[in-house]
């Protein structure tokens, strides 16, 4: 069989196999004949018609005696359960053409007969699939074996029937490359599990224990004494901007950028008045995890009338983009989908082309976090003539990141595999990599150091960190020296733009997003880890942000007046340019692939061009331009939401997978079932993110207050 493509970019499923038919048919011969626990076609047989009683193992390699004596077993036991042994194995479903090289079997069939287990084989298949040609299709296999059968024991029996069933064609189509066999549970209830639980049942007693103290102090019977004082226990602000997620707030943080007033929130002290004997450290701290006082500050959504508002909304909507675009690649990237390719066509229609680019909407966190970062500083050094205690910014910075960072490496590593169970969910439940690179991520460093995939869509963080240490030079510049500090600004970028684009011609990549869908696709040079990941092919969002927080606080306390046409024809740029890079690529999926020259252009000034965008909807919605725009963008809903969404980042990759590494059987995608799950996802991110924010978040911003030195409070 020979289905060729008219056209090397479409995008329609062509498989192109070494020998007419004989693929085909050595997996069908692999997935009827061999599906009886390894046996070759006449064992099957014989099995099938109920003469099992003579009938003998086929089994050869390095397989364990206790493997082959259970095998040799398996035929001497009731037809029934032989019968539901085979009955659990994969089979083969319509739709290869289509991608669906998944036969799962019946898991729960599998594990519901005593002493078998579920074991999942990965098969290459030496084939070619034009659209995806630097991937090699693979076939997941669902198999039913004894439990006394190691992966390696039935990695070996498959092997050797492999080769006895492609002997008669003298072909060598199928390979066996991998056998994870479920275990129960999926993971050990190890030192690392004992303590995460054991940690996050703490943090939970001592905010029932912070609420309980928080209430006897609020007691109408409470009579302060004469020697009482006053002690800070909670501080009541809006949305914090440090961090383009920030979460906790940051009223307070009189160190950072990430000051509330700053923003234009009020910012509210609560003090309560306690006898003097209480007032220690330790009653400060217990109140701090008081859960009661932190979901208090996470639902207020007061503003003052300076406040940038819209931000509110451009967080949180660029959020749902981010987890829209993850729905859909995580989903295509687990072996659940029988219509794969089909997907594929799908994602090539202009509708799905803003899904995949949702990558945009990681340069408008950039963007945001750069614009914060220089509008807050800049305020607040020109109320303490340029003096900042820098030490001090840096640690406010990796305090507010790293304990929830942290939590959510604890939760992939010990908490996740005991969410599910299910034919491919050992296989995904594995994680190898965070038990060894945790540190990287801790560092900052992961999208240099390692492999990046230790909860690897923290590269951002990686990022934004190394944006913010570079952050205080530029700073100075523009306070002292604003001409000097916008060249150094447009040089930065310009030097970006210019790396990209060398990068992007040498290694002659296509202006698509994802490696998979790059037909020049480079193994030792992925373009995910050599240009996507990398600050200096990022930094221009960042740089240009604060380009514009510096202009939002040179006019902090000042109207602008423009024309109405000039506001007509700002509106329909930024409108026109950004449409153009979110659907540019929709020529590239139907025949008209871009140039090498095209693709280095496009790929080293669209995130400058998206930029560009979001400095006019910000200029617009601050200057009272927006109209219905700035309403929806600075609705109240949004702030509540906003402060969580750190949160939402950290945990919403870890829900998507775990949600899809519980199918039991293969599902059809569509845009209705994509719908149904992004709108779930999203949900339940957001709920996580609330958890992560009263365990974590606004009590490390709360206990942030008591570790800062005396001096510094009082200097600013």
């Known amino acids: 069989m020979d289905l060729r493509n008219t056209h090397a970019h479409s995008l329609r499923p062509v498989f192109k196999f070494a020998t007419p038919t004989s693929a085909i048919l050595c997996i069908l011969c692999l997935s009827i004949h061999g599906t ?7 064992m099957a047989l014989d099995i099938m018609t109920g003469d099992h009683l003579s009938l003998q193992p086929y089994v ?32 083969p479903a319509a739709g290869m053409v289509a991608g669906d090289f998944v036969w799962l079997g019946h898991f729960d069939e599998c594990s519901a007969i005593e002493g078998f287990r579920y074991c999942l084989s990965t098969l290459k298949l030496n084939i070619s699939v034009t659209t995806v040609a630097h991937v090699a299709p693979v076939l997941s296999w669902g198999l039913c074996i004894p439990e006394s059968c190691s992966d390696l024991d039935v990695l070996s029996s498959l092997e050797s029937l492999l080769a006895e069933v492609q002997a008669p064609f003298d072909i060598s189509v199928v390979t066996a490359t991998n056998v994870v066999c479920a275990e129960d549970p999926p993971a050990p209830y190890d030192g690392g599990f004992i303590v995460t639980v054991l940690l996050l049942g703490l943090i939970g007693l001592l905010m029932i224990m912070g609420a309980l103290l928080d209430k006897t102090l609020k007691s109408v019977d409470y009579k302060p004494t004469a020697t009482s004082q006053k ?5 009541r602000a809006g949305t914090s901007g440090t961090n383009v997620h920030q979460r906790a707030t940051d009223s307070g943080a009189e160190f950072s950028p990430g000051s509330d007033a700053d923003l234009g929130v009020p910012e509210q002290v609560e003090q309560k008045e306690v006898p003097t004997e209480c007032a220690r450290a330790w009653h400060q701290f217990l109140l701090s995890f008081a859960v009661n006082l ?5 639902m207020n959504a007061k503003t003052s009338d ?5 931000l509110n909304g451009i967080r949180v909507i660029s959020m749902s983009w981010v987890i829209l675009g993850h729905t859909a690649s995580f989903v295509l990237g687990t072996p659940v989908v029988g219509n794969p390719l089909n997907m594929l066509n799908a994602f090539s229609g202009f509708g799905f082309q803003a899904i995949g680019n949702a990558f945009f909407s990681v340069d408008s966190f950039f963007f945001l976090s750069g614009l914060l970062v220089a509008y807050l500083t800049l305020g607040r050094m020109a109320k303490t003539n340029g003096h900042i205690p820098w030490l001090w910014f840096y640690v406010h910075r990796y305090w507010r990141l790293t304990p929830a960072l942290v939590m959510t490496m604890l939760i992939q590593m010990y908490i996740r595999p005991h969410l599910g169970s299910g034919p491919i969910w050992q296989v995904q439940v594995q994680d190898v990599y965070c038990p060894k690179e945790w540190w990287t991520n801790v560092l900052y460093i992961n999208n240099f150091v390692g492999s990046g995939a230790c909860i690897g869509w923290v590269w951002y963080l990686a990022n934004d960190m190394q944006f913010f240490i570079i ?16 060249l150094c600004l447009a040089a930065l970028s310009s030097v ?10 040498v290694y002659r990549y296509e202006a698509v997003l994802m490696d998979i869908l790059n037909p020049n696709f480079n193994m030792q040079h992925p373009f995910q880890t050599t240009i996507y990941s990398k600050p200096y092919c990022r930094i221009a969002p960042y740089l240009v942000g604060m380009a514009m927080g510096y202009f939002l606080e040179k006019y902090r306390n000042r109207d602008l007046k423009i024309h109405p046409i000039l506001v007509v024809v700002g509106w329909m740029a930024a409108t026109a340019l950004g449409m153009a890079l979110v659907y540019g690529l929709y020529g590239y999926f139907h025949n008209h692939p871009a140039t090498v020259s095209g693709s280095a252009a496009y790929m080293a000034l669209c995130r400058l061009g998206w930029s560009a965008c979001l400095c006019w909807v910000v200029f617009a919605c601050r200057f009272g331009y927006a109209g219905w725009v700035n309403d929806f963008l600075s609705w109240e809903l949004w702030i509540p939401m906003s402060r969580v969404t750190y949160g939402a980042y950290l945990l919403h990759p870890i829900i998507i997978s775990t949600f899809q590494s519980n199918y039991r059987n293969t599902y059809y995608l569509s845009m209705y079932t994509l719908a149904f799950e992004f709108t779930g996802i999203f949900v339940l991110a957001y709920c996580g993110a609330v958890l992560m924010g009263l365990f974590i978040e606004f009590p490390m911003a709360n206990l942030e207050k008591m570790i800062i030195p005396s001096g510094q409070k009082n200097a600013n």
Do not use: H
């Open 60 to 91: 050869k390699g390095a397989v364990s005696s206790q493997c082959q004596n259970d095998l040799r077993e398996m035929f001497t036991m009731g037809t029934e359960n032989l019968m539901k042994v085979v009955d659990s194995i994969g089979k």
């Open 306 to 310: 300076s406040s940038i508002s819209c």
């Open 36 to 42: 009886s626990a390894l046996l070759p076609p006449r």
């Open 471 to 486: 952050s205080p030079f530029l700073l100075i510049l523009l306070y002292r020296k604003p001409v000097l500090g916008f």
């Open 231 to 235: 002690v800070v226990v909670n501080y």
């Open 294 to 298: 932190n979901l208090s500050k996470l």
């Open 496 to 505: 970006s733009v210019i790396v990209t684009g060398i990068i992007m011609a």
